[in-house]
């Protein structure tokens, strides 16, 4: 299931505060350097296993690598890389993740300083941070505590019994990013989604950036530059709120049986 969370891995709904906007985040190779499950999977086996861990990382790496490389949908190989967590404590990997992000984030390279200047900028203006990522919790949550964020969405693998089952209901990659964004979206209707920021590094990015009205990209994928470009063009055309709402859904506003009843709120 994704999670829609407290950086505690439970659901935070303050209705007594308001934010100017919402600012949604994707977190590798966006916000820090690095892929996260793959070196948290790399960093937690290692710790407690020696060779043999780092030998059963190599493993795991190699089979998804092989994956993605067969053309396997990004979602399945996430699902593929939650089920090497199948009978894993959930407090332990916790514990394991924090210990990891202590000695990642010590490194002065660990996060992309434009990015956290950007969420920093966002915050004192009055806006949420809102985490976004096929990552979970115990590499994620030491990350939102650092910079801020209020909400995380995510990869949340199905627990039994305090231990991962290997099985995982609703990746947060591609679409489902998407799915995650709209949801939050839907649980502030005091917030225009034209009004909010969204940051991503892949084309995967895609459908989160298209849920709001200032998608911003990092770093220098061209086929990212090439989306930038056709949404400034596009916003230059002074579309409604409801092309907005239409687009972010994978719709167009001009297409047949557009109503402007789509979920996102209109202005």
Known sequence: MTVVAEISGGVRVDTAHRPAYLVFCDVDETLINCKSMFEFLRFQLVRRFGEEGEHRYRLVEADLKGRSGAGVPREDVNRAYYRSYAGESVEEMAALGREWFALA???????????V?????HRAAG?????????????LDPVAERVGA?????????VREGRY?????EPVIGEGKRAAALRMLAEHPGVNPRDCFAYGDHPSDFPLLDCVGHPRGVGDDPVVRGYLARR????????????LACWSMGRDEHSEGCTGGCALPLC
Do not use: K, Y
Request: proline letters at 7%.
């Open 232 to 243: 400034a063009d596009r916003a230059a055309a002074a579309v409604s709120g409801c092309a």
């Open 165 to 169: 089952t290997g099985e995982l209901a």
């Open 127 to 139: 806006a949420e941070i809102v985490l976004v990522s096929g990552s979970f919790p115990p590499c």
């Open 105 to 115: 984030a010590a490194d002065p390279g660990f996060f992309i300083a434009s990015t």
């Open 150 to 158: 209020r909400h995380v969405l995510c990869s949340s693998p199905l």
């Open 117 to 121: 200047d950007e969420l920093n900028r």
